[in-house]
């Protein structure tokens, strides 16, 4: 089946440290993305990918780092610069101008 | 820009119906429509490119006003399934050889009661 997945489901942070968030699609999508979701709120965009070595920051990028070396996979970081990274991830992927797929999703929790 | 949706939160009867609306201060390419359910991840409905056409999946129907920059979502006849958050996201006109982010709207909160 073809789909995109996360991991972890739920992840635990102590001040301080960095984590990295998986994210994998077998769509054969070029477009990849990182969202932000806040309790009550909207999807922010921290970070996309058009095509594999290529990415951009979205609207708050401060505190987060990706990487795109396989067309497949858009893992994050959410490095110690980032102040409140207590929040739900959410990776998505589409073709050009086209319907974006979301995976499960990651909760990330600051201890 | 954030695109504006109204209203932010809604309750329904089941069987009644319901429009959402979505507006963007830029000239518009597409919108996207996307439903939540909570926990979960964003469920795409439709997409609306320009053109002013309107698109519909099973009851849910939507229409693009390109010359306003907006979009409305029609929900007819509700079940307790469409309950959760929708969401618009809008694409700004496309330059030449690229194409731009979409930008997700803060969300109307639909419930529908028995």
């Known amino acids: 089946d073809g789909g995109i997945t996360q991991s972890p489901k739920y992840l635990f942070r102590k001040e301080g440290q960095n984590v990295t968030l998986s994210c994998e699609q077998n769509l054969n999508h070029d477009a990849m993305y990182w969202y932000r979701q806040d309790p009550g709120q909207g999807l922010r965009l921290i970070y996309y990918s058009q095509i594999v070595n290529d990415f951009q920051k979205g609207d708050i990028a401060e505190g987060y780092s990706v990487s795109r070396e396989k067309k497949e996979s858009f893992p994050l970081t959410v490095t110690s610069a980032q102040k409140n990274p207590t929040a739900f991830y959410l990776c998505?992927?589409?073709?050009?101008?086209?319907?974006?797929?979301f995976g499960p999703g990651t909760r990330l929790t600051v201890l | 820009q954030q695109p504006v949706q109204s209203p932010q939160a809604v309750i329904l009867r089941e069987g009644e119906d319901a429009v959402i609306n979505c507006s963007s201060s830029?000239?518009?390419?597409?919108v996207h429509w996307y439903r939540q359910k909570h926990g979960e991840a964003p469920v795409f409905l439709m997409i609306?490119?320009?053109?002013?056409e309107q698109k519909g999946h099973e009851k849910i129907s939507a229409s693009f006003n390109e010359k306003k920059q907006q979009s409305s979502l029609y929900l007819t006849a509700s079940q307790l399934s469409y309950s959760g958050t929708y969401f618009c996201g809008t694409q700004g006109v496309q330059n030449s050889g690229g194409y731009q982010k979409v930008t997700f709207g803060t969300g109307t909160k639909l419930q529908v009661i028995p």
């Open positions: 998505a992927s589409s073709i050009p101008s086209g319907e974006q797929f």
């Open positions: 830029k000239a518009l390419y597409s």
């Open positions: 609306l490119l320009k053109g002013g």
